[in-house]
């Protein structure tokens, strides 16, 4: 019986631990996969997927590195497999169009949502490398060398990747544009 007391102590720590490590990225790895599938149900499954791997993975070795790396690379995978079980599914869901309400502030809410869904829709359409730049660096707020050790890159090569990046958008929108005037 003493012998399990000591394993359940050390388990107790490793709860607390991985629990800051949840509340330190849970928004962040949320609103990556967000922005990866475009479904709050589907990014909330595939949230929840990734912080179930990660425990069981930080269970078996605390001491990995950069937790938030390392949740980032799940969420990248399983997004990735996502896609794959969809393709292979072949089905279409329906486009579900939002009702405005023809109030000035919600007018003024709708044109800026619409710009962001033009952001949206292009950043979904650019290589995957420049949407994680983009997404870590832009919306998660974090530091080039952070984003660098994420992507297995040198600082100055992810440097050049968000320059190209945020050109490609830049290109991207700018067509977008021309084509409904």
């Not at 388990?11 to 991985?18: D, G, I, L, V």
């Not at 709050?40 to 595939?46: G, H, K, R």
């Not at 069981?56 to 001491?63: R, S």
């Not at 710009?115 to 998660?140: S, T």
């Amino acid at each position: 019986m003493s012998y399990f007391f000591p394993i359940i102590i050390i388990m107790a720590n490793y709860r607390k631990e991985f629990s800051k490590i949840y509340d330190q990225c849970i928004n962040k790895i949320y609103r990556f996969i967000l922005l990866k599938v475009s479904s709050e149900e589907v990014a909330q499954d595939l949230c929840s997927e990734t912080f179930l791997k990660g425990w069981e993975a930080y269970k078996n070795n605390p001491k990995i590195k950069n937790p938030s790396a390392f949740l980032y690379r799940i969420a990248r995978n399983l997004v990735i497999d996502y896609y794959r079980a969809k393709a292979r599914a072949q089905f279409v869901s329906p486009e579900v169009v939002p009702i405005i309400d023809p109030n000035p502030g919600l007018e003024e809410k709708a044109v800026l949502n619409s710009d962001l869904g033009q952001v949206k829709a292009v950043l979904a359409d650019l290589k995957e490398d420049y949407q994680n730049v983009i997404i870590w660096h832009y919306l998660d707020d974090l530091p080039i060398p952070k984003v660098a050790e994420m992507m297995d890159k040198t600082e100055e090569t992810t440097r050049v990747t968000l320059h190209r990046a945020l050109k490609a958008l830049k290109e991207e929108l700018d067509k977008r544009e021309v084509k409904e005037v």
